[in-house]
């Protein structure tokens, strides 16, 4: 038997809802298919349920045969039809290729991979220098025998391959009772072992082992498949769970070898991390406060391994293509995350210059802390406020310990690439109360979502760009989807009830966007105030990121609060430098008369206008930068936590007339 109906699962039948509806599905004798386009598949698969890619709003059938088939279909049907199933936990379940933390912005110079008489030279993914043992970690590529098996053989293969994935669950199972896993490390834990519980990838290496492959030839063929099938599904979040189903696949063929991964559980103390790429797998089991600096062939300032470099301190320099085989070897590495320098089995000259500027910044950490509780005021008594920039709620604890004034860009694209499914208002306007609780009386900048389609999202279905950084991204994009938009809206409104928050728009280029933004607000406040929901309204900025908003800064600053000057993107867009391109890395200068015209140009306006004018780019926290800003008009600086008790001391030298 069987009954059709409209699926209401918030965001369809993605990884989290999809393992649910298996678990609920397994639960009856009966066989049960779910049926999409004419294309059934067993209930009782989460890999194949994924691949048929259920989407909300989507018609599917469920077809029952068995002694429980009425009582499955109704389950199974209401399952379908309750928009929160199989949603209940699942925020502490981030994709497993989700590094779950957001960091201090990239170091200025980001030059290209090339060869150098002393070492080598990358990209400057993470500030900071380090200089240590080396550690490489090349997990050997897994082979299979290469024989075909005996038929008498073929039992005792399915009976080993089975033991191990038996291994493999138990291992993983054991990883997520750890009290000590953190949420996004138990998420990644958990997509794996859903993977390795699932019928999908025994099935297929079964299939394999009983057409006469060894048991670790089958695993890699299975996973490539479902890999592939994975990667060729019209939806970004789907595709990346090829990377797990590898992992998955890995770790079966370890325990087939006998062998142990390559692990980074054991890297010395204060070591430097050599890798040709870090995988999930390993970004969440290893001991980052062991790690001294990183150096690896692929990645750039924005990857995964920046990203968590950067928000642990860890100096890290990438993207060194296949010159990363030449530190295989090294003993010892001495790296330089600001200028991408690193330098193999340095002789003695170097080590001890590396060792005096390892110290020296030590020392100046231990010197700034006097600043922390600093209000820096100009010698006109105007009070500067250093703030952080900060992506999620984790960070909030080192932007205090630092001593920032508030936060001057919260960016809250973590909290929308963390999830499998696009936060709920609730789920945000928590996340905004807990920020603005926590600094309050001081403002909070939230920035509303800036997503393009270089980072995918899921629930978002972005066209294929060529040039995605000049395409549907930030104000557009949420303009074009008022359903993602005042969602934010809504959640920014409650919030604001509970401290000082702030809005502001990114990649502004019109003033009709602006316009737009604030009848959305006030419909959202309107919605609100029908329904009884406690809210409070804030004061609507924009980010100054795009030459158009530069130009047009007078008519803009009629209709803002602030402004906030985004030197990172303005930069890119003034120079026609992408700022993810190493090669031209040179032209990406926030110091070039250009851009330092543009930054003036907009605090000009602002001053004139009256309102208040900050910079949240990366050139905010520059020392050598800082008293120019602030001769222009700026009152704000916004920079990553690291960079703040520096950004003030410069600032007291500067009323001191030093
Ligand atoms: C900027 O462009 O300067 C900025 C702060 O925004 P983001 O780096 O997030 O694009
Ligand atoms: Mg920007």
């Not at 997520?176 to 859903?194: H, K, P, T």
């Not at 968590?308 to 530190?327: C, Q, T």
Request: overall charge negative.
């Amino acid at each position: 038997m069987e009954r059709s109906t409209i699926v209401r699962v918030h965001e369809g039948l993605h990884a989290r809802p999809a393992t649910r509806f298996v678990k609920l599905a397994k639960g009856f004798e009966s066989d049960v298919e779910l049926v999409k386009d004419g294309k059934a598949v067993s209930a009782k698969s989460s890999v194949k349920l994924m691949l048929l890619a259920v989407k909300e709003n989507q018609e599917v059938t469920v077809r029952a045969n068995g002694a429980d088939a009425i009582e499955a279909i109704e389950a199974l049907i209401g399952y379908l039809e309750n928009p929160k199933a199989g949603l209940d936990d699942e925020d502490t379940h981030a994709p497993a290729n989700e590094a779950g933390k957001e960091a201090a912005p990239a170091p200025q110079s980001a030059p290209a991979a090339s060869g150098e008489a002393n070492g080598l030279r990358g990209v400057a993914a993470s500030e900071g220098v380090a200089i240590g043992p080396a550690f490489a970690h090349f997990p050997p590529d897994i082979a299979g025998q290469g024989r075909m098996l005996q038929a008498e053989e073929i039992a005792g293969e399915i009976d080993r391959f089975r033991a191990a994935v038996v291994a493999v669950q138990a291992r993983m199972d054991r990883a997520l009772a750890q009290d000590s896993l953190s949420a996004g490390d138990r998420g990644i834990v958990a997509a794996l072992r859903d993977i390795a519980a699932d019928d999908s990838l025994t099935g297929e290496a079964e299939k394999a082992i009983k057409g006469g492959n060894d048991a670790v030839s089958a695993t890699i063929t299975a996973a490539s498949t479902i890999a592939a099938d994975f990667s060729a599904v019209d939806d970004h979040y789907l595709n990346a769970r090829a990377d797990d189903v590898h992992a998955v696949g890995r770790q079966i063929c370890l325990v087939l070898l006998g062998q142990d991964d390559v692990s980074l559980e054991n890297i010395p103390q204060g070591a430097i991390l050599i890798a040709d790429d870090i995988g999930a797998w390993d970004l969440a089991r290893a001991p980052l406060k062991c790690i001294g600096g990183v150096v690896c062939g692929h990645g750039g300032a924005t990857s995964h391994i920046a990203i968590i470099a950067r928000s642990h301190g860890i100096p890290a320099v990438l993207g060194l293509g296949d010159k990363i085989n030449a530190l295989r070897t090294a003993q010892e590495l001495a790296l330089d995350g600001n200028s991408g320098q690193v330098i193999i089995d340095p002789d003695a000259a170097t080590r001890a210059d590396f060792a005096g500027r390892v110290e020296a910044a030590a020392k100046e950490r231990a010197g700034l802390t006097a600043f922390k509780t600093v209000t820096p005021k100009l010698a006109d008594g105007r009070t500067i406020e250093v703030a952080a920039n900060i992506g999620s709620l984790e960070e909030i604890e080192a932007a205090q310990e630092a001593g920032a004034m508030g936060v001057g860009l919260f960016r809250t694209e973590l909290l929308f690439m963390r999830h499998m499914h696009l936060p709920s208002e609730d789920m945000q306007a928590e996340t905004y109360a807990a920020l603005a609780k926590a600094f309050a009386p001081y403002p909070v900048i939230v920035r509303t979502l800036d997503i393009g389609g270089d980072k995918p999202i899921a629930g978002i279905e972005f066209p294929d760009e060529e040039n995605p950084f000049l395409g549907w991204r930030g104000i557009r994009m949420c303009l074009d989807r008022p359903d993602i938009f005042k969602r934010q809206l809504r959640a920014l409104l409650r919030a604001a009830v509970h401290g000082n928050i702030k809005v502001m728009l990114p990649m502004v280029s019109d003033i009709s966007e602006v316009t737009r933004s604030r009848a959305l607000v006030d419909e959202c406040a309107a919605e609100l105030k029908a329904e009884g929901v406690p809210h409070a309204t804030f004061d609507l900025g924009v980010m100054i990121e795009t030459p158009a908003a530069v130009l047009i800064a007078p008519a803009l600053a009629r209709e803002v609060a602030f402004f906030s000057i985004g030197t990172n993107d303005l930069t890119q867009y003034i120079m026609a430098a992408d700022r993810l391109n190493p090669t031209v890395a040179k032209l990406n200068d926030v110091t070039n008369p250009a851009v330092m015209s543009a930054i003036e140009l907009t605090a000009r306006a602002g001053v004139a206008a009256g309102i208040m004018v900050g910079m949240c780019g990366e050139a905010a926290g520059r020392p050598d930068l800082i008293p120019a800003f602030l001769k222009m008009g700026l009152t704000e600086l916004s920079m990553s936590p690291a960079s703040i008790q520096r950004a003030k001391k410069t600032i007291t030298a500067m009323a001191a007339g030093e």
